[in-house]
């Protein structure tokens, strides 16, 4: 297995791992009506916006897993407003303008990602402050537990830090206690923690 830099013949691949890994690790496939939405909402926009920080594992059989990052992420958001998001509103409806939206609690998980695609997050300002930079990581079965993880991290790490970066944050579901260990292992720590999700951040060599 490789890692290797992202080609954009990867991105149909890339939004099966999103999706395959997408219920805190787990595969979420038999949970979307439409395949697609994950991927619009966590790795679409990452890999269109900011290719040349879109990490691959490949095995010989294709991608298998990514590493993600945005390097500033206030900037990401205001880019994803104005290029990214657009064209995904008019083809997803805003679920809660919806006769019978009874809130996000009670959303299927396609409602669940068009409410992301017109409500995203905004990152709270004390956590871009001192991590400006945000990544996701996902790994299908096949290349989990081997040590590419840490290797998938450091390189995005090392291209973070090579773009002048002084910090990086990421959001991880509660319940993915796995990949919260994982990132505590690697030296993040506990920033936030909400409802359903734990900011975790890692200052980055030009800024500890
Ligand atoms: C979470 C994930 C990225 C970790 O990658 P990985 O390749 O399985 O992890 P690695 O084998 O590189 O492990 C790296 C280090 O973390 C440690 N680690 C991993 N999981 C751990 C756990 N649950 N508890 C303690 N340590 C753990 C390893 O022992 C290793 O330590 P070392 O390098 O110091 O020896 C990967 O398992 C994955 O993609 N899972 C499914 C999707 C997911 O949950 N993504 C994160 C969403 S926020």
Redesign the pocket.
Known sequence: MQIRPFHETDTDALYGVGLR?GD??ADASAQFRDPKLLGHVFVGPYLALEPELAFVLASPAGPI?YALGALDTLRFEQRCELLWWPPLRTAYPDPSLRDGWTGRSAASPDDEMAYLIHHPHATPAEVVQRFPSHL????LPA?????????MIETLLAALATAGSTGVH????TE????I??YR??GFEDLLVRPTSLLMGKPLPAGT
Do not use: K
């Open positions: 890994t805190s690790g897993g996701h990581i996902d790994l290349g989990q537990g081997q040590g590419y993880g840490r290797r990421l959001a991880v579901a993915n206690t796995r990949a260990e994982f292992r690697l």
